[in-house]
């Protein structure tokens, strides 16, 4: 009877010990995608600017919308045209650059620097910005800005 009591006895402390150690083991595996990244990031020549290409399952997560740049009207003194964009589209970086992020093509995207006119209600009236009819960013651009700079 007693080689049976120390049987159990030695089964369970070999339990105890194999459960103790159940707490060390790596965790899992992720699900997602092994190797594929949610953007890719390209030197746009020595401008510090990069292109981000966004898979299309990123693109979706962070709900990006584009609107086309419009024309505005004209200067007065110069009549030189002005561009339109939605307020929305305005980053204002921490040193007092305001950028918007154009689309190009397809998902990829490219931050430019515009300079501001004026502010007349939801949309921004541009001296300098991309050109008329070109897509810029109008949700989702500060996580773009994230991503080019590595913010996570």
């Known amino acids: 009877m007693n080689h049976?009591?120390?049987?159990?006895?030695?089964?369970?402390?070999?339990?105890?010990v194999g459960l103790s150690f159940a707490?060390?083991?790596?965790?899992p595996a992720p699900t997602a995608a092994v190797g594929v990244e949610p953007v890719k990031l390209?030197?746009?020549?020595?401008?510090g600017v990069k292109t981000l290409t966004l898979t299309d399952k990123a693109v979706q997560r962070l709900?990006?919308?584009?609107v086309a740049v419009a024309a505005g009207a004209g200067d007065p003194t110069t009549g030189a045209n002005r561009l339109v964009i939605?307020?929305?589209a305005l980053l204002y970086l921490p040193d007092g650059t305001t950028i918007a992020y154009t689309n190009p093509d397809g998902h990829s995207y490219v931050r430019e620097t515009v300079v501001v006119e004026s502010i007349q209600g939801d949309k921004a009236v541009l001296?300098?910005?991309p050109k008329v009819g070109t897509a810029v960013v109008t949700t989702g651009g500060a996580e773009l800005w994230g991503a080019e700079f590595g913010i996570k």
């Open 4 to 16: 049976i009591i120390r049987g159990i006895a030695i089964v369970l402390a070999v339990a105890a």
């Open 86 to 88: 939605p307020y929305s």
């Open 127 to 129: 001296t300098t910005g």
């Open 42 to 47: 390209e030197a746009v020549g020595d401008t």
């Open 23 to 27: 707490g060390c083991a790596a965790p």
């Open 63 to 66: 709900g990006i919308a584009t």
